[in-house]
């Protein structure tokens, strides 16, 4: 058993939690948003079904389009900074930890911004996605 004034007791009572209101108080309800809730839902299962035929159709068809190379880059892109996104959100709580969010945040959107001027000039300056997993495909 801890003293009172021992120093790992004062710790102890500094890194509780603190509990708003009471276990029978209602959940706040959040304003509807278009950018949140069912809207933000369904449009992540859109990038992710559009994501299926993007992949087998130049590899069905044996054609190589730049704008649906141009198309896959761009879903893979908002798919991928979707999936980091609700990453960050589940395992870094903005009340436990803001300072780590907010970096987290920044440096997923830096990453994000990264991978596209990547894929942009991979796309423009050499054979595009399609084609270089094609050559992979076949080595």
């Known amino acids: 058993m801890l003293a009172a004034d021992s120093r790992s007791y004062q ?16 959940v706040p309800v959040p304003p509807p948003s278009p950018t949140h809730g069912s809207y933000h839902w369904t449009f ?6 559009g994501l299926v035929p993007l992949t087998v159709v130049p590899f069905a068809t044996g054609s190589l389009n730049p704008s649906t190379d141009a198309l ?5 892109i908002i798919h991928s900074h979707i999936g ?3 990453i ?10 803001p300072k780590s969010r907010l970096a987290a945040g920044w440096g997923l959107r830096a990453a994000t911004l990264l991978v596209a001027v990547g894929l942009y000039e991979f796309e423009t300056n ?4 399609t084609e270089a997993v094609k050559r992979v495909w076949t080595a």
């Open 11 to 26: 710790y102890y009572r500094v890194s509780r939690q603190k509990i708003e209101g009471t276990a029978n108080d209602p």
């Open 44 to 49: 992540e299962r859109l990038v992710a079904a």
């Open 72 to 76: 896959l880059c761009a879903l893979l």
């Open 84 to 86: 980091f996104e609700s």
């Open 88 to 97: 960050i959100i589940d395992y870094l709580p903005e009340k436990r930890v």
């Open 126 to 129: 050499d054979v595009g996605i």
